[in-house]
């Protein structure tokens, strides 16, 4: 029996079609949802970006960051009342497919659901996939939502 499923957010669509997906075949279990700040995401300014402001690792830039991610975590627990149900919402810092197959690791998860983007095999071969690393890596069965 599948007692707790941790679900990783990007807050993309697909990503909360996987949440949706977590609600409908896991009703009794608890749902952590897990966002992950990735450095290296365009989104947020790599070490290379010298234009970037706020600049990359300023408290300034930490505070967008943090806020951003909180607002994806709200956007989860909104859809999760709309389940009528509640979630655990964690944010983390660093790579995302390590990130998700440590926590599966070290806390108590029984199942993982996550979306994925389907990117072409050009993209997915130069940059990887979350979804492949997590698929490979994590000790516990993973389903994966497209």
């Known amino acids: 029996m599948t007692d707790h499923v941790l679900v990783p957010v990007d807050g993309s669509p697909l990503s909360f079609d996987a949440l949706r997906h977590a609600f409908r075949e896991f009703p009794d279990a608890s749902i952590t949802v897990l966002h992950v700040i990735d450095l290296f995401d365009p989104g947020y300014g790599t070490a290379a970006d010298t234009t970037y402001e706020p600049m990359l690792g300023s408290e300034e830039w930490y505070a967008q960051v943090e806020d ?13 009342a709309d389940y009528d149900r509640e979630v655990e919402t964690v944010s983390e810092i660093g790579d995302p497919g390590r990130i998700v197959v440590d926590y599966a690791t070290e806390e108590p998860i029984d199942h993982v659901v996550m979306g994925t983007h389907g990117r072409p095999d050009a993209e997915r071969t ?4 979350v979804a492949d690393v997590v698929v490979r890596r994590a000790p516990v069965p ?3 939502v497209r």
């Open 142 to 144: 993973v389903t994966l």
């Open 126 to 129: 130069l940059f990887g996939s």
């Open 68 to 80: 951003h991610s909180e607002g994806i975590l709200d956007d989860a627990s909104q859809l999760a």
